[in-house]
């Protein structure tokens, strides 16, 4: 399947050169649309029968311990990351001039209150635009796992229902296998506009340096550090066939920047592939979807000391390292509301409340998104297979599959 992606970026790129903007804007917009349409039903039925299972089998506790920690972990991990890098790179700034074409990107209103109320909406206009916005995976969530669980209360009461679950699940998961497999046609929409999107930035040279060491984290991370844990975690001895796992995730992180949509695709690897069982797998993906933006965490470090950076009149000490990294890890647990762009959003935010005079200092680095939030998506991706894989472990709910026999 990896190659049949990577082949369509490829022609995505090349149709970059050929095809008109406008007719791209809109292949990418249904292609977007197309892939949220099958997440709620995937979501719900997947992980209410999860939660029934993990309830029977006795298995919620440490299904949920080893998810908390891994996210939590991952996150820190990709935080510390971003501040050792940027500190590394001690000259890496952005230029602190702001072109008039840079406004495109203004947020107008920064409320983190509002931000996290979102992830639950519950009057009636909260909830159709929240769910316009792609954040409906939490409160869809909230409502499988009480239907789950609660069936498991009384199972002879409840096997109707359970039943009725169960056979949807197998019948949304066979439906998301047939998407996912022809979304490789999709992608070639997806790399096209990013193509387009890229070569449009303006003096794309003096971003650079910031994409380099994005780009040097990224092979750092997936390539030596979630290896590594899982070599002495979980005795893995060949620890890199989860990375061959995750390509068509990575991919589709990178070029879509949406993690709603990577979610079904990390749920047939993680299940195909892997051989990570449906109650793990139903309820850690979608988890890792919404909490574990460790990505934009590190995308947020990154950017937010090179906009310091680029004010001389400003000393990045060593309380200001130590709120960046907090905040810059406590945000990353909140935009689950932010399904795509959320590196942006942080960064804004994190503007805002440092306050003098950074509100609008975003801006300098705004041209760079589609960048920055692409290596942002597509290390959570990574985070979320690499995540999954070690409560599955833990659990002892995975059934080890050849990587000959990988989808």
Same mark, same amino acid.
């Given at each position: 399947?990896?190659?049949?992606?990577?082949?369509?970026?490829?022609?995505?790129?090349?149709?970059?050169?050929?095809?008109?903007?406008?007719?791209?804007?809109?292949?990418?917009?249904?292609?977007?649309?197309?892939?949220?349409?099958?997440?709620?039903?995937?979501?719900?039925?997947?992980?209410?029968?999860?939660?029934?299972?993990?309830?029977?089998?006795?298995?919620?506790?440490?299904?949920?311990?080893?998810?908390? =920690?891994?996210?939590?972990?991952?996150?820190?991990?990709?935080?510390?990351?971003?501040?050792?890098?940027?500190?590394?790179?001690?000259?890496?700034?952005?230029?602190?001039?702001?072109?008039?074409?840079?406004?495109?990107?203004?947020?107008?209103? !920064?409320?983190?209150?509002?931000?996290?109320?979102?992830?639950?909406?519950?009057?009636?206009?909260?909830?159709?635009?929240?769910?316009?916005?792609?954040?409906?995976?939490?409160?869809?969530? !909230?409502?499988?796992?009480?239907?789950?669980?609660?069936?498991?209360?009384?199972?002879?009461?409840?096997?109707?229902?359970?039943?009725?679950?169960?056979?949807?699940?197998?019948?949304?998961?066979?439906?998301?296998?047939?998407? =996912?497999?022809?979304?490789?046609?999709?992608?070639?929409?997806?790399?096209?506009?990013?193509? !387009?999107?890229?070569?449009?930035?303006?003096?794309?040279?003096?971003?650079?340096?910031?994409?380099?060491?994005?780009?040097?984290?990224?092979?750092?991370?997936?390539?030596?550090?979630?290896?590594?844990?899982?070599?002495?975690?979980?005795?893995?001895?060949?620890?890199?066939?989860?990375?061959?796992?995750?390509?068509?995730?990575?991919?589709?992180?990178?070029?879509?920047?949406?993690?709603?949509?990577?979610?079904?695709?990390?749920?047939?690897?993680?299940?195909?592939?892997?051989?990570?069982?449906?109650?793990?797998?139903?309820?850690?993906?979608?988890l890792f979807s919404i909490f574990a933006r460790g990505?934009?965490?590190?995308?947020?470090?990154?950017?937010?000391?090179?906009?310091?950076?680029?004010?001389?009149?400003?000393?990045?000490?060593?309380?200001?390292?130590?709120?960046?990294?907090?905040?810059?890890?406590?945000?990353?647990?909140?935009?689950?509301?932010?399904?795509?762009?959320?590196?942006?959003?942080?960064?804004?935010?994190?503007?805002?409340?440092?306050?003098?005079?950074?509100?609008?200092?975003?801006?300098? !680095?705004?041209?760079?998104?589609?960048?920055?939030?692409?290596?942002?998506?597509?290390?959570?991706?990574?985070?979320?297979?690499?995540?999954?894989?070690?409560?599955?472990?833990?659990?002892?709910?995975?059934?080890?599959?050849?990587?000959?026999?990988?989808?």
């Open positions: 399947m990896w190659i049949k992606y990577l082949l369509g970026v490829v022609l995505g790129i090349i149709a970059a050169f050929i095809l008109p903007e406008n007719f791209v804007s809109f292949i990418t917009e249904f292609a977007l649309r197309f892939g949220h349409y099958m997440v709620l039903p995937v979501l719900f039925f997947g992980a209410s029968a999860a939660f029934f299972r993990l309830r029977t089998s006795k298995k919620l506790l440490l299904t949920a311990k080893w998810s908390a =920690v891994t996210i939590i972990s991952s996150s820190l991990i990709l935080t510390f990351t971003g501040i050792l890098s940027i500190m590394i790179m001690y000259n890496l700034a952005v230029p602190s001039i702001m072109a008039e074409s840079d406004r495109d990107f203004l947020i107008s209103s !920064i409320n983190l209150r509002e931000l996290l109320m979102s992830l639950l909406p519950y009057s009636q206009a909260e909830g159709f635009s929240t769910i316009q916005a792609g954040a409906y995976l939490l409160p869809c969530f !909230i409502l499988a796992g009480f239907a789950g669980a609660g069936c498991a209360i009384d199972t002879t009461a409840s096997k109707p229902v359970v039943s009725f679950i169960e056979s949807a699940e197998k019948v949304c998961y066979s439906v998301m296998c047939f998407f =996912v497999e022809w979304f490789s046609v999709a992608l070639v929409a997806l790399s096209c506009s990013w193509m !387009i999107q890229t070569s449009s930035i303006e003096n794309i040279s003096t971003f650079m340096p910031f994409i380099i060491l994005l780009l040097a984290d990224f092979v750092f991370i997936v390539a030596i550090v979630y290896p590594l844990i899982l070599r002495f975690l979980c005795k893995d001895h060949h620890p890199y066939h989860v990375l061959y796992a995750a390509i068509c995730p990575i991919i589709t992180g990178f070029f879509s920047g949406n993690s709603n949509l990577t979610m079904l695709i990390n749920l047939r690897h993680g299940r195909d592939s892997l051989g990570i069982h449906q109650p793990v797998s139903d309820v850690t993906f979608p990505g934009s965490a590190l995308a947020t470090t990154i950017g937010f000391v090179m906009i310091i950076r680029s004010d001389s009149s400003m000393e990045l000490s060593l309380a200001t390292i130590l709120f960046i990294f907090v905040i810059s890890f406590l945000i990353s647990f909140v935009l689950g509301a932010l399904p795509a762009n959320g590196a942006l959003f942080a960064i804004a935010t994190i503007c805002s409340i440092y306050g003098k005079n950074l509100d609008n200092r975003y801006l300098y !680095i705004s041209p760079a998104a589609p960048v920055f939030c692409s290596f942002a998506a597509a290390l959570d991706a990574a985070t979320a297979m690499f995540g999954a894989y070690i409560v599955g472990v833990k659990t002892k709910m995975i059934e080890h599959i050849e990587v000959k026999r990988y989808v």
